[in-house]
């Protein structure tokens, strides 16, 4: 069966600086859960973004659903659903409300949108807090109303990226259940980024470990434990990516190319 | 589809400022100012030069000048939403984003709009009273219009923009003068042939001229003129954004 989802030979830099992502390659199949692992900086989220239709690659190509991103955008936004890294939720409307906005852009009808909201703010244990605006919300209730959010259409691919950070263990485990049924009863194929190595060795049929850009490893946990004679995930990470911390160059590269350039556009293209 | 999300985007707008009362007071003080201290303080000057009631003159350039400035500040919830992460959720959505952001302007008109009748009330209150019901209905399309045509052009501007400060030092630098060469305040036709010249390239002075038409009875451009020049300009500016808006990266 063709790849849902592939890239080949992507690349995306700004401006003059190192290529952020650098010649990555990589195909999920259908129905498959895909996990997408790599330290801080290493150019998953980046990835993710050209993926999804966000930013545009300089060079390389992808297919999303059988769609190239930068030429048919819509069809490739009709296929997949996402869960952000960082917050995207409207802080001046209600959990219930950000929940059913996003159902009716998402084109939900309205039965299945009401009962799967319902359902998924049980979930996410927010049902009491529904009519709350989200601005009252710790960071934990933010971060599980927008997984209820990424969770409320059912996409052909599922794009996660680090769902579970911030989350307690029960959300987590309910996080993953949801997840898993998804992909089983429907065959929603799942893209995800974590740094829960257990998790990632749970979920995930194949993986693909990024580092500076460039994809160094693939293949299922038990592969990768046994090319590194690891006897766990994170020791078959860290032996592949080695034990120096990575600083986290996304936010203040971001401000630099902010301040750089008040007009967009320019140093972009 | 396409409608649900104009719809979506459109709500939003109107919900998020009918929910901040601080929000609706702020942006009236400005034209209140205007009103009391030009109003009251030119009128008796006005009158000695022949030009009758100045405070009736400027109601129209006070409610488009309101307008104005509501209608391109609100591009910066582009930004903010670019900060704050909610763009994202609507940039990757499966709908055209012509549509996000046709739902976005007309949202931000309506709110504008809104604006521009609650300073029209109190002008009213004040003693202003419009030539006819039917002249306050048609004066309200055109708000909507102007409204739609500076909401559009904050867009576009914020679209192109990161930083907030940026963003307002923008819309002052743009915004002033759209307002003050609009003959909001003045009447164009006394003034020199070049500020003449001037005000006939300010979109602005068309929402002016036409609204005095429907709300004092006179102006000096015509309505046909008025909005063809506005529909024109809308058409115009919402496809520079609908450019814009496709091609922004996050």
Redesign the interface.
């Known amino acids: 069966m063709d790849a849902i989802l592939a890239a080949e030979h992507l690349t995306k830099r700004f401006g003059e600086n190192p290529a952020v992502v650098n010649d990555v390659t990589f195909s999920v199949a259908p129905g498959c859960v895909f996990g997408f692992l790599g330290p801080n900086g290493a150019g998953k989220s980046t990835t993710i ?1 050209m993926l ?5 690659p300089t060079s390389g190509t992808i297919r999303v659903a059988g769609y190239d991103p930068t030429t048919h ?2 069809a490739v ?2 296929a ?1 659903g ?1 869960v ?1 890294q ?8 209600t959990a219930l ?1 950000n929940l059913e ?2 159902g ?4 939900v009808p309205k039965e299945t949108r009401r009962a799967r909201i319902r359902e998924l703010l049980a979930l996410v244990d927010l049902t009491d807090r529904k009519a709350s605006l989200v601005r009252e919300f710790s960071g934990g209730m933010k971060r599980r109303l927008e997984i209820a ?1 990424g969770l409320l259409h059912h996409p052909q691919i599922l794009f996660l990226d680090e769902p579970t950070l911030g989350l307690d263990p029960q959300a987590r485990n309910h996080l993953w259940g949801h997840v898993k049924n998804l992909n089983r009863d429907e065959g929603v194929t799942v893209f995800f980024t974590t740094h829960y190595m257990e998790e990632a060795d749970n979920m995930a049929e194949r993986i693909a470990i990024i580092d500076r850009g460039r994809i160094i490893a693939e293949g299922s946990g038990q592969e990768l434990k046994q090319k590194t004679a690891a006897d766990s995930l994170e020791g078959a990470f860290l032996a592949l990516t080695g034990n120096t911390l990575r600083e986290e160059t996304g936010g203040s590269m971001d401000q630099m190319r ?1 301040a750089r ?5 320019g140093s ?1 293209r | ?1 396409e409608m ?2 104009i ?2 985007m459109w ?2 707008e109107v ?2 400022f009918t ?2 009362r601080s929000r609706i007071v702020g942006s009236l003080s400005q034209p209140l100012l205007f009103l009391v201290a030009l109003g009251y303080g030119l009128g008796p000057v006005f009158r000695k030069a022949g030009q009758g009631d100045y405070f009736a003159f400027i109601v129209p350039g006070v409610i488009s000048m309101s307008i104005l400035f509501v209608s391109l500040f609100n591009g910066m919830q582009v930004i903010w ?1 670019r900060q ?13 984003r012509v549509a996000i952001m046709g739902g976005r302007a007309l949202g931000g008109a309506t709110v504008a709009m809104m604006q521009g009748t609650i300073v029209l009330v109190i002008t009213m209150i004040a003693g202003f009273r419009p030539v006819s019901v039917i002249g306050v209905v048609l004066g309200l399309l055109v708000m909507l219009l102007t409204a739609l045509l500076f909401n559009a052009l904050g867009i576009v501007l914020a ?5 907030m400060q ?1 963003f307002q030092l923008i819309v002052n630098f743009l915004g002033m003068p759209l307002f003050f060469l609009s003959g909001a305040l003045f009447p164009i036709a006394q003034g020199s042939a070049g500020l003449r010249f001037i005000a006939r390239l300010d979109p602005l002075s068309y929402g002016v001229d036409a609204l005095r038409i429907f709300l004092l009875g006179h102006g000096i451009f015509g309505i046909t003129l008025d909005f063809t020049v506005l529909g024109g300009m809308i058409v115009a500016v919402f496809a520079l954004g609908a450019h814009f808006f ?1 091609r ?3």
Do not use: C, N
């Open positions: 973004k999804t239709t966000l930013l545009r955008p819509g936004r009709r997949f996402i952000f960082d917050p995207s939720l409207d802080d001046d409307l409300e906005f996003h009716i852009l998402y084109g959010r902010q350039r008040i007009w967009g556009g972009r | 589809m649900s999300a719809y979506v709500l939003r919900k998020r929910r901040s939403d704050f992460g909610f763009l994202k959720e609507t940039m990757v959505a499966p709908v055209s679209s192109r923009l990161r930083d940026g496709s922004m990266e996050i």
